[in-house]
């Protein structure tokens, strides 16, 4: 599927989903311009995309793609500005990158995002930030009801790096 094909199927998915919500700012809905520089960080197909709030209040849009050589990425990208955030490789547990440079395990990883939001741990994925840098990301469904919260953890130091809380989701989900 070419990349504007994908562009339009992923903008009328958007469209649906929210239809019900309350209206993005002109600025915030600027969901093409989004995911056009989400493409160019990473070409590929985009499996899942995700609306999430930070803590301090802005919106991202979060896009996992897969790219050309089976490389899982996450690019999150200003819902307001349409710059881009951060990039993240998706990797597996025994990625050497990944375990030289962690150290901390994922149980204290779990720990931590537990303290930040109590509830019950979803999932931990490990990331290598662009850089290379080494962090967790803690998925979990808070005691206190909301919206699915992610949690970075800095898997050099084991502090909390950032929480969001998920929005919404769309695409490809785990076991699809």
Known sequence: MRSSEQAGMVAAMIG????????LRAAESDFEGCLKTALAEKPGKVREMEIEREERGGKIYKFEIKDREGKEWKVLVNARTG???????????????FENGAKISSEEAR?????????????????????????YEVEIVPRGGGGEREVEIDALTGKV???????????EQEGD
């Open 16 to 23: 649906v989903l929210l239809a019900g919500a309350a209206p």
């Open 83 to 97: 710059r881009l955030v951060e990039t993240e490789e998706a990797v597996a547990r025994g990625n050497a990158a």
């Open 111 to 135: 720990r931590s995002a537990l303290e930040k939001v109590p509830g019950r741990v979803k999932e931990v994925e490990r990331k290598l930030e662009k850089e290379g840098t080494p962090v």
């Open 161 to 171: 790096r950032e929480v969001r809380e998920e929005l919404y989701e769309i695409g």
